[in-house]
């Protein structure tokens, strides 16, 4: 995040149906150092928000590897390849993906947010968020960067 991103509300990932309803938003609370995991999967019961605090290093204004693991009741939030926080879901089923999907939107006027993504990945397999390395990420030491 760059300049006074890190202070903002604003969405890193963005899915809606054709409708435009929400599916999933992975959203970032820079005045309260937190990230929301909107879920709207199985939508018939209603959607689910699972919230992570405590997150100062991740607004720091350095670069970060965020992931996130989803398995049918719990999701996990890693922040350079450690984990910060998990919490049990309700929800679990798919997420309607035939409308749009947005990167990176300032919550209170819909502008980009001042930032730069290097990589943004998804993956079918749940185990692949702790089995991907943070060598390219700075300042971070691991044993799997020799």
Known sequence: MRED??????????VTDREGADQFRLRLYGESYAVDIYNAAGAATGSEVTTFENLEKLFDGAWHKLALRARRHRITLYVDC???????????GAIRTDGDSVLARRI???????????????????????????????????????
């Open 5 to 14: 991103t890190s202070e903002v509300v604003w969405d890193l990932w963005e």
């Open 82 to 92: 450690q984990q910060v926080g998990t919490a049990p879901v309700t929800h679990d």
């Open 108 to 146: 209170k006027d819909d502008v980009t947010p001042l930032v730069d993504v290097q990589q943004l990945q998804l993956y079918t397999d749940h185990n692949q968020a702790v089995d991907e390395t943070c060598c390219e990420v700075p300042g971070v030491v691991s044993l799997d960067c020799r």
